[in-house]
Nanobody
Framework: QVNLVESGGGLVQAGGSLRLSCAASGSSFSWPGMAWFRQAPGKEREFVAAIRWDGGRTYYVDSVKGRFTISKDNAKNTVYLQADSLKPEDTAVYYC????????????????WGQGTQVTVSS
């Protein structure tokens, strides 16, 4: 059993920054893939970033490359998403997820999900 709890969301002006956290319990850190997704109102859930279990590889959707950074602290069982230079189009509920495949952009391939944290970027 894996339990994921996201935090760190909030309201920020365009150009600002937020650091999202995903605290994991259970055997989540033994899974090959951990990722962040986001879902805006009326849109499908979208892949944002992924990190391999050892932190040695990362992968990003083009729209956040150079602005977002995914990282993990195995000692704290926590995955982070540092979001800089935020834009109004980044507004969404952000979810972390774990699964058996590193780097997959398909939400169906992730087995455990957190409850999400809201990020709102004002213009």
């Amino acid at each position: 059993q894996v339990n994921l709890v996201e935090s760190g969301g909030g309201l920020v002006q365009a150009g600002g920054s937020l650091r999202l956290s995903c605290a994991a319990s259970g055997s989540s850190f033994s899974w090959p893939g951990m990722a962040w997704f986001r879902q805006a109102p009326g849109k499908e859930r979208e892949f944002v970033a992924a990190i391999r279990w050892d932190g040695g590889r990362t992968y990003y959707v083009d729209s956040v490359k150079g602005r977002f950074t995914i990282s993990k602290d195995n000692a704290k069982n926590t995955v982070y998403l540092q979001a800089d230079s935020l834009k109004p189009e980044d507004t969404a509920v952000y979810y972390c997820a774990v699964g058996p495949i590193y780097g997959s952009t398909y939400s169906s391939q992730y087995l455990y999900w957190g409850q999400g944290t809201q990020v709102t970027v004002s213009s």
